[in-house]
Antibody, heavy 125, light 109 residues
Framework: EVQLEESGGALKQPGTSLKISCAAS????????THWVRQRPGRGLEWVSG????????DYADSVKGRFIVSRDNAKNALFLQMNSLRPEDTALYYC??????????????????WGKGTLVTVSP | SSELTQDPSVSVALGQTVRITCQGD??????ATWYQQKPGQAPIVVIY???NRPSGIPDRFSGSNSENTASLTITGAQAEDEADYYC????????????FGGGTKVTVL
């Protein structure tokens, strides 16, 4: 069974840093790109960052570029998000998610398919 | 990076049909994935690609695509379909760059 479990969420002051983690199990972690997606309280889903299986392709949303750093440790089946210069608008539930190629009728589509339950990051004075 | 636009809310009578749309430039190059999210839960995939349902998703859910618009249709909506629905697609900004729509709240009356 595919499982993703986030941890490390906390209450932080603006301008500080926090690193959150995601532990993966039930699948071959180093075969998949993985992502961070966040959801502010009462708001919609926002894609934050994605990292390829070999860490050579990394992408960020404009809202976090230059402040957040995504990384992974395939030996430990772990995904990380280093969040620097935190702002109140970074307050959100942060989900770890897996990207896969879902194939049907000979065509494959990139799909973010499995999600964790999220870890809450609160940024407040 | 591009954006995906969804109507904030829609309502449907029990057993009737509702269509949710998602518009954006990324949909000209990439198919949308549709997610259902219920309160306090993580999203689940209901439609991906041209019109594909993961196992366990009822066949009353279907998808369609035209130019820069993707649509999710629920035919014969049930009470348990009341949820938030999000579209999502890859974005040409990067190999693993994605974008989400703002979400549509579906209320079943």
């Amino acid at each position: 069974e595919v499982q993703l479990e986030e941890s490390g969420g906390a209450l932080k002051q603006p301008g500080t840093s926090l690193k959150i983690s995601c532990a993966a199990s039930g699948f071959r972690f180093d075969d998949y790109a993985t992502h961070w997606v966040r959801q502010r309280p009462g708001r919609g889903l926002e894609w934050v960052s994605g990292i390829s299986w070999h860490s050579e392709d990394i992408d960020y949303a404009d809202s976090v570029k230059g402040r957040f750093i995504v990384s992974r440790d395939n030996a430990k089946n772990a995904l990380f998000l280093q969040m620097n210069s935190l702002r109140p608008e970074d307050t959100a539930l942060y989900y770890c998610a897996r990207e896969t190629a879902r194939c049907s009728g000979g065509t494959c589509y990139p799909v973010i398919d499995y999600w964790g339950k999220g870890t809450l990051v609160t940024v407040s004075p | 990076s591009s954006e995906l636009t969804q109507d904030p809310s829609v309502s449907v009578a029990l057993g009737q049909t509702v269509r949710i749309t998602c518009q954006g430039d990324s949909l000209r190059s990439f198919y949308a994935t549709w997610y259902q999210q219920k309160p306090g839960q993580a999203p689940i995939v209901v439609i991906y690609g041209k019109n594909n349902r993961p196992s366990g998703i009822p066949d009353r859910f279907s998808g369609s695509n035209s130019e820069n618009t993707a649509s999710l249709t629920i035919t014969g909506a049930q009470a348990e379909d009341e949820a938030d629905y999000y579209c999502n697609s890859r974005d040409s900004s990067g190999e693993h760059h994605f974008v989400f729509g703002g979400g549509t709240k579906v209320t079943v009356l």
